[in-house]
């Protein structure tokens, strides 16, 4: 069965890093692209980043570029999101998501929530002195 499963979420101060990761289970991740997915009480779900299937490229929200980088590991079927300069606004539950796609990808197709088919269940980040 298809898994992902998000984990390195919790409470830091403003300023602080935080490193989330996303492990894969039931499959390899050497074809799907990867995204990370926030979502903040009372607002809709945000795209924050994404990867190409290779790990060749990456993209960002405007509201993290800078502060955020996306990286993955296919030998160890995981990918990372690093979190730095974290902000108040940045809390939210935050989800990796997959999609099926071994040669095509576009930055405005995958840093859209609902263009993913499998998801985590989520972790909180909390940002808060």
């Known amino acids: 069965q298809l898994q992902l499963v998000e984990s390195g979420g919790g409470l830091v101060q403003p300023g602080g890093s935080l490193r989330l990761s996303c492990a894969a289970s039931?499959?390899?991740?050497?074809?799907?692209?990867i995204g990370w997915i926030r979502q903040a009480p009372g607002k809709e779900r945000e795209g924050v980043s994404c990867i190409s299937s290779s790990g060749g490229s990456t993209n960002y929200a405007d509201s993290v570029k800078g502060r955020f980088t996306i990286s993955r590991d296919n030998a160890k079927n995981i990918v990372y999101l690093q979190m730095n300069s974290l902000k108040p606004g940045d809390t939210a539950v935050y989800y990796c998501a997959a999609r099926r796609a071994p040669y095509d990808y576009s930055p405005s197709y995958y840093l859209r929530p609902e263009n993913y088919n499998y998801w985590g269940q989520g972790t909180q980040v909390t940002v808060s002195s």
């Open positions: 039931g499959f390899t991740l050497d074809y799907y692209v």
